[in-house]
Every structure is written in C-alpha cells, then in structure tokens.
C-alpha cells in the first residue's frame, strides 16, 4: 500500500534553516509528481511546493519563493523540502502528497510538525 | 492569481439530512477541482476529483458537481463520521490553491 512517512521536523529559531524528508514506499516513486503542502496551527491547507516526476519542473508559492527548495532523490524513494530564512508565520504541519498526473493529490503523509520561534 | 473561496465557512447540519458545500473559483478551472475531507489530527483525504468522481472507497452519498468556477458537494445524508472540515482545491494549474474550508458540524 501507498506511504508517505514524512520527518525532519522541529523546533527552529528564526532565521535558520531546517530540511524536511518524506519517504515513499508501496508505488513506483519516479514515476509520481510530488508536492508540500502546509496546514498552520487552526488554519485550512496552502500549497507550499510542486515537483515533477522527474524534477524537471518545479514551482513554489509566492510565500515561500526564494527561501524553500523542493528536491527528490528517486534513488531513494524520498522528498525533500529545505527550508531557510525560516519566519515565524512558517510555522505549521507540513504534510507530503503524491499527485495524479493531473495534479491532484491521491495520498497524503501524516505530516510533521515545524516550529518557528525564538 | 486564482483565489478559491468556500461557503458557508461552517454548516451545521443534523446526523440523516443533506449537505451543500459551495466552492467558488476566481477564474475558470474547467472540470478541473477537487474535494477533500480532514478529520482532527489526521491528514486530508481525496473524496472527488474531476468536479464529479469519486475517489476510491468513496461512499456513493458524497456527490460532487459544477464546472468553470461554480462548484458544490453533496452529502446526501450525513453520518456521523461526516462531520469533518473540508476543502476544495483547483488544479487547472499546477499550484493547486485551496479553498479556506467549510467545517460540517453537528446540529
């Protein structure tokens, strides 16, 4: 069966920066668009990061442009999310997913949790 | 920029009636949208795709519908493990933004 196991997460001040993993199992990774998305405390879902099959393809949204970096190593079967300059508002569940080729998303991880706080 | 807005932000509903969740989008997504369900502490899951299919083990009691920018899910009779948040979410392009949610509570 399909899993998604993400980890990584923690407690960060300000400022630095932090690397998130999810490790897939149960379906053929390289084959799958994946994509971070992130759920802060009480609040609904925002699209963080997209990356194509074959990482060739790589968007962000406007809110983490330029700090976070999606990466996969399909050698590996995992994802990956780093994260710099790392603000408070980051703060949140970050959760893995696999996309369809239409790009929406099948199967979720659990998540994991970053806290962002001096 | 696509902005998704849902309605009402919380419907509150007794266990056996029906449910309508809307889902507006700022621009057209064609067929293009899709429903999820989150329960607390646990992570979303895929009900409908393609503004009207069911995803996979999905009872036949949630329906969804609409294309271009005006959208609804159906429950068509609630039960109790029903009651949850639930988001929509266009993936005309590949960002996928999300509506804020509608939280279906009991009457």
């Known amino acids: 069966q399909v899993q998604l196991v993400e980890s990584g997460g923690g407690v960060v001040q300000p400022g630095r920066s932090l690397r998130l993993s999810c490790a897939a199992s149960g379906f053929t990774f390289s084959s799958y668009g994946m994509r971070w998305v992130r759920q802060a405390p009480g609040k609904g879902l925002e699209w963080v990061a997209f990356i194509s099959y074959d990482a060739s393809i790589k968007y962000y949204a406007d809110s983490v442009k330029g700090r976070f970096t999606i990466s996969r190593d399909n050698s590996k079967n995992t994802l990956y999310l780093r994260m710099n300059s790392l603000r408070p508002e980051d703060t949140a569940l970050y959760y893995c997913?696999?996309?369809?080729?239409?790009?929406?998303?099948?199967?979720w991880g659990q998540g994991t949790l970053v806290t962002v706080s001096s | 920029e696509m902005v998704m807005t849902q309605s009402p932000a919380t419907l509150s509903v007794s266990p056996g009636e029906r449910a309508t969740l809307s889902c507006r989008a700022s621009q057209s997504v064609s067929s293009n949208l899709a429903w999820y369900q989150q329960k607390p502490g646990q992570a979303p899951r895929l009900l409908i795709y393609?503004?009207?299919t069911r995803a996979t083990g999905i009872p036949a009691r949630f329906s969804g519908s609409g294309s271009g920018t005006e959208f609804t899910l159906t429950i068509s009779s609630l039960q109790s493990e029903d009651f949850a948040v639930y988001y929509c979410q266009q993936y005309n392009n590949w960002l996928g933004t999300f509506g804020q949610g509608t939280k279906v509570e009991i009457k």
């Open positions: 393609g503004a009207s």
């Open positions: 997913a696999r996309d369809t080729r239409d790009a929406y998303s099948d199967y």
